[in-house]
């Protein structure tokens, strides 16, 4: 079984959220059945954008890294306090753990910014929300941004907006299991 680790902010947008629980679930019941979800924050207790409360699987001090082979990081609204939590060094810590043991690390939107903070796209390719303050935020943690939707650069994924978020978790999706079972689960779901 795989296991993948959703990784809140105070502020996530939840329909970035919602395509890795989405996709993940319904590859464990019509894909290959190795994938399950769990969700992570600094409290046990976040809002998202827009102020809807969410209770999460596990807090961030609680996670051994080993019992996980994949981070997935949707990206939030600076408004509803996205980079209080994303640029938390306990946040920031868990992404360069992560990084460390060589795993897929998966981020939607301006979810990309606190993987820029972390380190771990230091020197990579990237992307994130296209604007130019976000771009430019990307880039001064050295990472070379590029102008499209879905970068993968050494098991790291970054995406530019919302609309990339299916195609973000079916792409992680055939990381961890195969190009096959992606495109099943995608005819599956419709898309």
């Known amino acids: ?10 502020g996530f947008e939840v329909f970035e959220a919602s395509v890795f629980i989405d996709v993940m679930g ?9 994938t399950k979800l769990f969700t992570c924050a600094l409290r046990k207790e976040i809002k998202s954008s827009f102020n809807q409360r969410f209770v999460v699987d596990y807090t961030a001090d ?15 609204f600076e408004a509803y306090g996205f980079y209080k939590d994303a640029y938390n060094e306990q946040f920031l810590d868990l992404i360069r753990r992560f990084r460390a043991d060589d795993k897929m690390i998966a981020s939607i939107c301006v979810g990309a910014l606190p993987l820029g903070k972390s380190g771990v796209l230091n020197g990579k390719n990237g992307t994130t929300y296209d604007s130019p303050i976000r771009r430019e935020a990307l880039a001064g943690f050295g990472v070379h941004v590029k102008n ?12 530019w907006n919302p609309s ?25 779901m419709g898309f």
Not at 1 to 10: G, R
Not at 62 to 76: K, R, S, V
Not at 148 to 159: A, G
Request: proline letters at 3%.
């Open 1 to 10: 079984m795989k296991k993948i680790l959703l990784l809140l902010a105070d």
């Open 26 to 34: 319904w590859n464990l019941e019509e894909g290959d059945g190795s």
């Open 164 to 188: 990339t978020a299916i195609n973000v978790a079916l792409l992680l999706l055939e990381n961890l299991t195969t190009k096959e079972n992606a495109a099943k689960v995608r005819q599956l």
């Open 62 to 76: 609680e996670i051994d890294i080993n019992d996980f082979d994949a981070l997935a990081i949707p990206g939030g």
């Open 148 to 159: 499209q939707p879905i970068v993968e650069d050494d098991k790291l994924i970054t995406s």
